[in-house]
């Protein structure tokens, strides 16, 4: 019996989504969006932050080494990295605190007794507003930053 | 009938068996796999009339019956009670007899397994990984201490606001469709997930049950209840509006605040709960 239960579950096939399980972020609406955001944009401030321990590290080779990584940054594509760096650093502190109060069950309303159509009470706009706020601010502080660095040009 | 195996949404050329003459007719993709089944990851298509109120699962049915007895498909009670027929539908986690044809607002529907649960044949997926989440957080009232003023053949009484407390949880049907959604549960094996943690709370917030801690010790582990990030899809896919991401978000808040009391004794709970399983 234990043998052909084995083998029974070897036959299964395995139908775990893996990562493209959260790399799609299209499919659940506003919150699996925000969390697909939450991640990458920890994921470039992850990289930005390693390469900011090496810019910062170049000072030890005086001040000619630091110039030279400098002028990295003062390039198109530098502006641009810094751009993206202030988005996902705004949108990444904003939906942060969202999510605090979230996970800690402030503005997620209270359990009841559901009524159809069963729209989900921890889904409410309060959420909705958050993240609309994370990603409006977001993108002001890469619009502020964009003609802080490229208006000078 | 010879087979033809397809992708999903390249139906535009293919010679589809016909049901009937109907113009309101559906093209429905079924997903077909299985261990002794090549090759992987095809969809057989079929056309399918339908009306106004045609479900999803109606729609199988009538593919199974009329057009290739062989599709596999799960399915009991038909008004979604029983939690037997979730699928992906259209790329969503949803019940097929929950899920009309005409608020999909397409006429091609592709039906496949639930990601997330091991595949068994075509549209039936295999349970028992989610019900031993399910049973691992103690699903049950334990109350090792009643009051002994109250009469042992009496219930247990409870407050309205007492019931509100839990009773949208105690509506989940075990259907599947919030771990199916969940993605922490798609890289996560030992994740309990959405269904099991709302469980967790929905015992939890019970008045009549006097397991806290020792629930509480289950659920606190490195792959409980804090890999949960509130992407919220399983929410969204209930088909009963338990909320799990509610229960989830509101146990983690009481466990937030009960990490005041000694650590030791959940040390100690934990350590209990392990030698006795």
Known sequence: ?153 | MKKKFLLARDTSEINLPRASDDTSDIVLNIYRGGPNQKPENSYDSYRVPVSRWTTVLDALIYAKERLDSSVAIRYSCRMASCGSCGMKINGIPRLACYTKISELGTHTITCEPLPNFPLIRDLVTDFQEFFDHHKKIQPYIQNLHPDPSIDKLSEFEQTPQQVDEFLQFSYCIKCGLCYSACPTVATDTKFPGPQALAQAYRYFADSRDDAVEKRLSIVDDKHGIWRCHFAGSCSKVCPKGVDPALGIQMLRSHMMSITKKPKKRLAELRETSREGS
């Open chain 1, 1 to 153: 019996m234990e043998a052909f239960k084995d083998k029974q579950d070897s036959n299964k096939w395995s139908n775990r989504e893996g990562l493209k399980g959260w790399l799609n972020p299209t499919r659940y609406g506003w919150e699996r969006l925000s969390y697909w955001l939450m991640r990458l944009t920890g994921l470039f401030l992850l990289l930005y932050f390693v390469g900011h321990v090496y810019e910062t590290s170049n000072l030890v080779g005086g001040l000619d080494a630091w110039n030279a990584m400098l002028e990295l940054t003062q390039t198109t594509y530098g502006h641009i990295f810094l751009i993206l760096v202030i988005g996902t650093s705004t949108f990444h502190s904003i939906n942060g605190i969202r999510l605090i109060f979230a996970e800690t069950a402030r503005g997620l309303g209270k359990p009841g007794r559901p009524d159809y159509p069963y729209e989900a009470g921890s889904l409410n706009n309060i959420q909705r507003s958050g993240i609309w706020v994370a990603l409006i601010l977001a993108a002001a502080a890469m619009l502020y930053g964009s003609s802080v660095l490229f208006g000078g040009e």
